[in-house]
Every structure is written in C-alpha cells, then in structure tokens.
C-alpha cells in the first residue's frame, strides 16, 4: 500500500520534483524516527500514509490562496488525502487519523499522540535543511518541539554536531 499511496502523490505533483523529492525525505525519517519505538501495525501505517500525504494540500493551497502557508495546507489537504487514501481502500479508522494529522500539520499544540510528533518531526527535519535555518533556531525546534529519543538523536547528529 505505501508504494501505491507514494505512485499516487508522485502523479498528484506531477513536476514538481521539489515537493516529490522533500516528501520522500520525510517518509525516510518517519521510518527511522519510527523504528526505536515500540508501535503497532496500524500506528506505522498511519505514520506512513501521514508522511506520504502530510503537504499534499499545497498544490490546491496556492491555487485558491496564491500561498502555500501551513494554515492552507492544513485547509486543503485532508480532502485530497481522504480521496487518495479510500481510492487505495484504507479502512475509515486509519482515514480518518491521517487526516486529522494533515489537517493539523503546522499547528504543533494539536499534537495528541505518537503518530502525530513521528510525523512532525520528520518534516522538521527536513524542513531545518531545506529552509536553512541557524543552529539557534535549531536549538529551539529541538527543545521545544521534539520528544523522541530517535528525533532528538537525528537532530543532535545532523544538525547540532
């Protein structure tokens, strides 16, 4: 299913080799974020299908808004997601989780549970890259948004070293 879903964001992107190529970096770090904790099935896939969909509002947020801001992508994606997600037959339940996490993305106090920081703290780290941010900015991203072990490690180690 996670190639499908990939095969099915790729399409959706088009040409957009920016996007294809940042989202498949975050589903690489949502697999090793993922690994050192103790999860079940369900949880890993809706970590997975959240990485693969989390900026696929973008496209549609430009469109509409002329902006790609958080806010619209949060606006935007979960609709495009939930037809992407039951096109692939996903069961309703993990659905609706990977939803409520692309919907909500950017608004980090509305994390509410391992599935959700995983997945944010992938994009972070791909995000600390590709807009360059500062080792202070770094700093803070580090300890006031990550709480994985495997989060807090990979940030220390690209980033901080």
Known sequence: MKINLMKKMIEYFQTDIRR???TLKVIDF???ISKDQSLDKKTKEIIIYAAILHDIGIKEAEKKYNS???KYQEIEGPKIA??????LKISKEI???VCFIIGNHHSYTKINDIDFQIVVEADLMVNIFEDNMNKEAIKNINN????????????KTIYLN
């Open 20 to 22: 294809i190529n940042h």
């Open 30 to 32: 949502a697999e090793i």
């Open 68 to 70: 790609s801001a958080g």
């Open 82 to 87: 939930h037809k992407m997600l039951s096109d």
């Open 95 to 97: 659905i609706k989780r």
């Open 144 to 155: 006031s948004l990550f709480i994985t072990e495997s989060g807090k490690k990979l940030i």
